[in-house]
């Protein structure tokens, strides 16, 4: 029986992440190395990327990346295959891009709408297309999915609006059981994440605002902080969670546990 230290490394396997360029994102990309992985990360924005893949690089990381749309069908299919052409193929995945759209259902416009869905949900789909194929093809695969408790549950009528973002979340969620299903004939894990309230550029508008409404309605009191989500990561991407695929593991400070 392997020892729980070597059950979370993650040495000689390759993990790409998207959005890593900041936030959770560049937070897990540093977990995955932490654990010993080669890690590839993409965005869209080289203003982010570069420094991010330099923060990691000076870090011990292995560490690489590109500009990538994870919309856009060739750009992932392209990402994925610079990543294997850089470090080897992807064994671990992590769909953490993501962004939403404040407005109310009523007045969401259509575009907003769809980008929303086309970033949280069409984006992982993507990106797991196409890694499931030499996933598939080695018998091996972690696939960790970005969700958010958004996606478990509504908000009360003075939270915050983001109709898309929440149905993008639940879809994601569903579809992280629905791979889970089809591919552990494979070997390929598929688990997700769904944090609570985390301080990222995502959440800067509306944070501060909030500061009162998490003292009383998350058991811990607080928003997440750094350092609180890699871990996580890391465990559902090595073999410390072996028996584990279809799920989706909160880490909101207890929030989805509480009622009134
Ligand atoms: P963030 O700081 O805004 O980071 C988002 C990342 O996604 C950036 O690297 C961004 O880079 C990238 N991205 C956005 N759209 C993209 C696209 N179309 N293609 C490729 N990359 C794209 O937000 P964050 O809070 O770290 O969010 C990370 C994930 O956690 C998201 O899925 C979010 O929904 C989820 N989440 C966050 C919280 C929270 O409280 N912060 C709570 C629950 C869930 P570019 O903009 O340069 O592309």
Same mark, same amino acid.
């Given at each position: 029986?392997?020892?729980?230290?070597?059950?979370?490394?993650?040495?000689?396997?390759?993990?790409?992440?998207?959005?890593?360029?900041?936030?959770?994102?560049?937070?897990?990309?540093?977990?995955?190395?932490?654990?010993?992985?080669?890690?590839?990360?993409?965005?869209?924005?080289?203003?982010?990327?570069?420094?991010?893949?330099?923060? /990691?690089?000076?870090?011990?990381?292995?560490?690489?990346?590109?500009?990538?749309?994870?919309?856009?069908?060739?750009?992932?299919?392209?990402?994925?295959?610079?990543?294997?052409?850089?470090?080897?193929?992807?064994?671990?995945?992590?769909?953490?891009?993501?962004?939403?759209?404040?407005?109310?259902?009523?007045?969401?416009?259509?575009?907003?709408?769809?980008?929303?869905?086309?970033?949280?949900?069409?984006?992982? $789909?993507?990106?797991?297309?196409?890694?499931?194929?030499?996933?598939?093809?080695?018998?091996?695969?972690?696939?960790?999915?970005?969700?958010?408790?958004?996606?478990?549950?509504?908000?009360?009528?003075?939270?915050?609006?983001?109709?898309?973002?929440?149905?993008?979340?639940?879809?994601?969620?569903?579809?992280?059981?629905?791979?889970?299903?089809?591919?552990?004939?494979?070997?390929?894990?598929?688990?997700?994440?769904?944090?609570? $309230?985390?301080?990222?550029?995502?959440?800067?508008?509306?944070?501060?605002?909030?500061?009162?409404?998490?003292?009383?309605?998350?058991?811990?009191?607080?928003?997440?902080?750094?350092?609180?989500?890699?871990?996580?990561?890391?465990? /559902?991407?090595?073999?410390?969670?072996?028996?584990?695929?279809?799920?989706? /593991?909160?880490?909101?400070?207890?929030?989805?546990?509480?009622?009134?």
């Amino acid at each position: 029986m392997q020892t729980v230290t070597n059950l979370f490394r993650l040495d000689g396997r390759t993990a790409l992440v998207t959005g890593g360029s900041r936030g959770l994102g560049e937070e897990i990309a540093h977990g995955m190395a932490e654990a010993g992985a080669s890690v590839y990360i993409v965005a869209r924005r080289e203003k982010w990327l570069t420094p991010a893949i330099e923060s /990691l690089q000076a870090a011990g990381a292995k560490c690489a990346g590109s500009v990538c749309d994870v919309s856009d069908p060739a750009s992932v299919k392209e990402s994925v295959r610079l990543a294997a052409e850089t470090f080897g193929p992807v064994d671990i995945l992590v769909n953490n891009a993501g962004a939403t759209w404040g407005a109310p259902a009523e007045d969401m416009p259509l575009d907003k709408w769809e980008s929303v869905i086309a970033t949280n949900l069409t984006g992982a $789909f993507l990106f797991s297309q196409e890694c499931a194929h030499g996933m598939i093809a080695r018998r091996f695969g972690r696939i960790i999915n970005v969700a958010s408790i958004a996606g478990m549950r509504g908000s009360l009528p003075r939270g915050i609006h983001c109709s898309g973002y929440v149905a993008a979340k639940g879809g994601l969620i569903a579809l992280t059981r629905e791979l889970a299903c089809k591919w552990a004939q494979y070997n390929i894990r598929v688990n997700a994440i769904a944090p609570g $309230f985390f301080p990222t550029r995502m959440t800067e508008g509306v944070l501060p605002g909030l500061t009162e409404d998490l003292k009383q309605n998350v058991p811990l009191g607080r928003p997440g902080r750094d350092g609180e989500l890699k871990g996580v990561a890391v465990f /559902l991407a090595s073999d410390a969670s072996n028996y584990v695929t279809g799920q989706t /593991l909160a880490v909101d400070g207890g929030s989805t546990a509480a009622t009134i």
